[in-house]
């Protein structure tokens, strides 16, 4: 087994021998992008030769995103061109989808069954419980591959026996995040197939907590925008979305995940009524060393001044929002609709916790579920690339000041309180 982590560098990140200097290369390219809805808007039509994005609705999210990306942090030449050429192709692949969809009407009266949605923290184990229930064919998830490209363009179809691109592109984009961010995969692995949140589909409408995340890992402007919105239109698009995903490679019930569905239950329940929802729950202390190590690792590709006490603050307070919405709007669920899934309990029985929700959702859980799930476990065993240790002191916060800060949270769900 691996040696634990430590990663001593998050204030002033050691970079790879050679990165700085791609840095100074790629910053005139990084300094001409035109981070307005309007120059986007063009580019996309223009290199996809469609101009038809379909419902309205995602305008709003576009601006607010861009203006967020000009206005909030300074970002690093790889942060610029990340974050415009990740709303680029968010309008790229919308135009694809909805040139689609005029194709082939028939997508929008797919029917969907109930799905199934893990509702947690990041760091409270929905990533590993989302990648179990992804690995029976009972369900349908998102591969990371399909997610960065839910629709391929008509030009770029493989010959019948040829690969899909996709895969060499998403791995392509892995190996490269993995020259820089080595230790990354200790904290969230990422596999070309692996079980990928829909935040990449709810991107399309730009109405995603997904947004937060681009430039330095925090993006205030569009924070404050997306806690004002009703979510409600954006999840009847991640609704269109998984029809059209259902008609190009099936599956019979999807498996959704995301951080945000904690503070959505509303809008959940109004596009998807007959929905399983399994509310994972772990120490929230815990979880902002673990995520705030991640999201402050992850940033010195865009960030062009790493501040981890910034990030710290920012997201201690981003969950405790998170937090005291899912306790007031918990009793929302149908008794017979959602399971609370504790982490210490769950990390100690698995395939028992994955069990309790398919018993839940009405599926059965069959051989071939328990085999795909042991498959996935003892090819994923926890810790493989080692485990990395984590210090609220790299974020100047307290952990008894967070412990009673979050004792709203504590007294309410028996989590067990973590050192």
Same mark, same amino acid.
């Given at each position: 087994m691996p040696e634990d982590i430590r990663i001593d560098d998050l204030a002033e990140p050691r970079f790879p021998e050679g990165f700085q200097e791609g840095l100074q290369a790629l910053a005139p390219v990084a300094d001409a992008l035109v981070f307005e809805?309007?120059?986007?808007?063009?580019?996309?039509?223009?290199?996809?030769?469609?101009?038809?994005?379909?419902?309205?609705?995602?305008?709003?999210?576009?601006?607010?995103?861009?203006?967020?990306?000009?206005?909030?942090?300074?970002?690093?030449?790889?942060?610029?061109?990340?974050?415009?050429?990740?709303?680029?192709s968010f309008l790229k692949n919308r135009l694809h989808v909805e040139a689609l969809i005029r194709r082939e009407p028939s997508i929008l009266e797919v029917e969907l069954a109930p799905p199934v949605v893990i509702a947690g923290l990041p760091r409270s184990g929905t990533t590993h419980l989302h990648n179990l229930l992804?690995?029976?064919?009972?369900?349908?998830?998102?591969?990371?591959?399909?997610?960065?490209?839910p629709v391929l363009p008509e030009s770029e179809k493989p010959a019948p026996g040829e690969p899909d691109p996709r895969l060499a592109q998403a791995a392509e984009g892995l190996a490269q995040r993995d020259s820089v961010l080595p230790h990354f995969n200790a904290m969230h692995e990422m596999t070309v197939d692996h079980t990928h949140e829909e935040i990449h589909l709810l991107g399309l409408d730009f109405g995603t907590m997904f947004f937060e995340n681009m430039g330095i890992g925090a993006l205030p402007t569009y924070r404050d925008y997306y806690l004002q919105e009703d979510q409600t239109p954006h999840y009847r698009y991640l609704r269109r979305m998984l029809q059209v995903l259902t008609w190009l490679r099936g599956g019979a019930r999807w498996v959704l995940k995301s951080p945000q569905h904690l503070e959505q239950f509303g809008p959940l329940m109004q596009v998807f009524p007959d929905a399983t929802f399994a509310v994972t729950h772990?120490?929230?202390?815990?979880?902002?060393?673990?995520?705030?190590?991640?999201?402050?690792?992850?940033?010195?590709?865009?960030?062009?001044?790493?501040?981890? =006490? $910034? /990030? #710290?603050?920012?997201?201690?307070?981003r969950i405790e929002t998170m937090l005291r919405t899912t306790t007031a709007q918990r009793d929302q669920l149908p008794e017979g609709q959602a399971i609370d899934v504790l982490?210490? =309990? $769950? /990390? #100690?029985?698995?395939?028992?916790t994955v069990r309790s929700i398919?018993?839940?959702?009405?599926?059965?859980?069959?051989?071939?579920?328990?085999?795909?799930?042991?498959?996935?476990?003892?090819?994923?065993?926890r810790g493989r690339y080692g485990r990395v240790r984590y210090d609220l002191a790299d974020f100047g916060l307290d952990a008894r000041e967070l412990r009673e800060r979050f004792r709203f949270y504590t007294d309410r769900f028996p989590v067990r309180l973590e050192s």
């Open positions: 809805p309007q120059a986007l808007i063009d580019q996309a039509i223009a290199e996809t030769q469609l101009d038809d994005f379909g419902p309205d609705g995602w305008q709003d999210g576009l601006e607010v995103a861009l203006k967020g990306l000009r206005e909030d942090h300074p970002l690093s030449p790889t942060g610029k061109l990340a974050s415009h050429g990740g709303c680029l992804g690995a029976a064919p009972v369900f349908r998830s998102l591969p990371w591959w399909e997610a960065l490209v772990r120490d929230p202390v815990s979880t902002i060393a673990s995520f705030a190590t991640m999201i402050t690792y992850s940033s010195r590709m865009s960030t062009a001044s790493p501040d981890p =006490a $910034y /990030m #710290g603050r920012y997201w201690a307070e982490f210490h =309990a $769950y /990390m #100690g029985e698995e395939v028992g398919y018993e839940l959702a009405g599926v059965e859980f069959g051989e071939d579920s328990q085999r795909a799930i042991e498959e996935y476990q003892e090819s994923h065993p």
